[in-house]
């Protein structure tokens, strides 16, 4: 029998799904359409100002008008923090996870612990990072003096404060990832490690044979979520270096020229249209890789 009845109330579960959807035609694809159309126009942030079309006019300039020279080094800057936070961030997530797995006393402590960053924000993330750093008696500058004879300025740094913002970015999130990592370990039978002990398999076996291959759709979903969530990252750059002393990635020029710069609309559409294109293309690439990985194994 249809759960719903009949007559009228079978369109209950369409009314129900119209929501959501009126919500997402309005507020995501929408604005994203009109980016897309304003990224052909001049169009400037003005009420009742009138606006032309100019064709790849905003594309040109992204990278070769006005302030471009800047533009590829943010690329590159957006690459390898895409890299770097994608790799180190799941492989200590997974390292976490495993050991957590481990039903070792406490290990909801830990749990909580470790998915505490997630859920403080960035501004307070910033903050904290910002009194940890402080290079005028800072906790981790007073171990570098006191280990190494080392001081630093951190965020304030022009060689050093990118890598910073890196590994706060990593703090804050590495918890997310850890706790799909443990969901997908604890889906995996523990039949198949006794199986594998009788049959003399060590740990490193286990994990490689066992372990990894059964958890391929976390390390998919983290990869994915890792890959757009650090290309898309512009907040905790504002709340720590505001873009300054080399730290400027795509998401934050998106965000400068958008709010802080002229008031066009049509160069900071074209930018964020670049950067939607560039992401799309990563995760297109890593969704057919780890798929594949996943059938294979």
Known sequence: MYPFGKGISRTIPYLLLAIPLVLYLVYYFGPSVM???YSFTNMKFLPGSTYDFVGWDNYRDVFFAGNSAERWPSISRTLIFMVIVTLVQNGLGLFIAIIINQRLRGDKFYRAILFLPVVLGVIVVALVWGLMFDPLGGPVNTLYE????????FFGSFSHSFYYVIFVQI???LGYSMLIFLAGLQTVPK????AGHID????WQTFWKITFPLIAPSITVNML???IGSMQTFDIIVATTDGNFNTRTMAYDVYK???RGSLEMGLPSALAVVQFLLILIFVVVAVFLLRKREVEQ
């Open 200 to 203: 003399g398999a060590n740990r």
């Open 225 to 227: 979520l890792a890959i």
């Open 257 to 259: 020229e958008t709010f």
């Open 191 to 194: 039949d198949l490690y006794e």
């Open 171 to 173: 703090w804050q999130y």
């Open 146 to 153: 006191k280990l190494f004879g080392y001081n630093d300025t």
């Open 35 to 37: 980016t897309i159309y």
